[in-house]
């Protein structure tokens, strides 16, 4: 089990203090994990239950908040929030790989930076909160960690594809279409991916990620938040740093110049 310190950190980052460790076990222990001592239960359940507990609280929420939108977008926003790539980003923002317990396998071929482990253990994690405090508790985690997202996937063009967004609102303001810098580090079972957006020859906003396309993504992400707060981006001084989550198998973004969280 992780150190009493290291423990205390993730709920922070999470918003909620377990009372059940054995339960925050189970759902950071990996197949891995599991197979080197078969004493310990896996995820894989808490994963199995964490996916429907997600899946109705993002449902009831933009059900509920958005009632002009049809049923076929509705599920496009659930879709895009409810899905591996998303669930690993929420995961790396509250830097989950770093908890999990791997066999010893596993972790020296960068299991805490896979997508898909990341996404199971975020399933597995809201699982244990939602039988750690109940409904309420899951709720609170999820609209806290996710509620960004859904509300960029609900609002506004090309949804939570920042691309298509970015690219939308550059053709009212530039004369050219947005450009991608793109380059790689690390190795191949743990590269990461670092984007710059150019817009008219100028940098707005850099981003980085598991992949190429997740790493463009968050600097258009970046990029879109920028031009969207400060009109056409002429003449009001050095932006701020742009909202983003950041690590492995997902996205970080930042633009650029031109609960219960201490529950007993």
Same mark, same amino acid.
């Given at each position: 089990?992780?150190?009493?310190?290291?423990?205390?950190?993730?709920?922070?980052?999470?918003?909620?203090?377990?009372?059940?460790?054995?339960?925050?076990?189970?759902?950071?222990?990996?197949?891995?994990?599991?197979?080197?001592?078969?004493?310990?239960?896996?995820?894989?359940?808490?994963?199995?239950?964490?996916?429907?507990?997600?899946?109705?609280?993002?449902?009831?929420?933009?059900?509920?908040?958005?009632?002009?939108?049809?049923?076929?977008?509705?599920?496009?926003?659930?879709? #895009?929030?409810?899905? *591996? %790539?998303?669930? @690993?980003?929420? !995961? =790396?923002?509250?830097? &989950?790989?770093?908890?999990?317990?791997? /066999?010893?396998?596993?972790?020296?071929?960068?299991?805490?930076?896979?997508?898909?482990?990341?996404?199971?253990?975020?399933?597995?994690?809201?699982?244990?909160?939602?039988?750690?405090?109940?409904?309420?508790?899951?709720?609170?985690?999820?609209?806290?960690?996710?509620?960004?997202?859904?509300?960029?996937?609900?609002?506004?063009?090309?949804?939570?594809?920042?691309?298509?967004?970015?690219?939308?609102?550059?053709?009212?303001?530039?004369?050219?279409?947005?450009?991608?810098?793109?380059?790689?580090?690390?190795?191949?079972?743990?590269?990461?991916?670092?984007?710059?957006?150019?817009?008219?020859?100028?940098?707005?906003?850099?981003?980085?990620?598991? #992949?190429?396309?997740? *790493? %463009?993504?968050? @600097?258009?992400? !970046? =990029?879109?938040?920028? &031009?969207?707060?400060?009109?056409?981006? /002429?003449?009001?001084?050095?932006?701020?740093?742009?909202?983003?989550?950041?690590?492995?198998?997902?996205?970080?973004?930042?633009?650029?110049?031109?609960?219960?969280?201490?529950?007993?």
């Amino acid at each position: 089990m992780m150190q009493p310190e290291a423990r205390a950190r993730f709920e922070e980052r999470l918003g909620w203090t377990f009372r059940d460790e054995a339960g925050l076990a189970q759902a950071l222990a990996h197949r891995s994990w599991c197979a080197e001592h078969p004493e310990e239960p896996s995820n894989e359940r808490l994963e199995f239950l964490g996916d429907a507990v997600l899946g109705i609280i993002v449902t009831d929420f933009v059900f509920r908040t958005y009632p002009l939108l049809q049923e076929g977008q509705l599920a496009k926003v659930r879709a #895009s929030v409810v899905n *591996a %790539e998303v669930l @690993a980003e929420v !995961a =790396a923002g509250v830097e &989950l790989g770093a908890c999990l317990r791997l /066999g010893k396998g596993e972790d020296a071929s960068g299991g805490r930076a896979k997508t898909s482990i990341l996404a199971d253990a975020m399933e597995a994690i809201i699982a244990a909160v939602y039988l750690d405090g109940g409904m309420d508790a899951a709720n609170e985690v999820v609209m806290r960690l996710f509620g960004e997202r859904i509300a960029d996937a609900a609002t506004g063009p090309g949804g939570d594809d920042y691309k298509t967004r970015l690219q939308e609102l550059a053709a009212q303001r530039f004369d050219k279409l947005p450009r991608y810098q793109v380059h790689d580090d690390g190795p191949d079972h743990a590269k990461r991916f670092f984007a710059t957006v150019l817009l008219g020859g100028e940098p707005h906003g850099s981003g980085e990620g598991g #992949s190429k396309k997740q *790493a %463009e993504q968050a @600097a258009a992400r !970046a =990029a879109w938040r920028w &031009l969207s707060m400060h009109g056409d981006g /002429g003449d009001e001084g050095e932006p701020s740093e742009a909202a983003g989550a950041s690590n492995d198998d997902t996205t970080a973004g930042s633009a650029m110049g031109g609960s219960n969280a201490g529950a007993t």
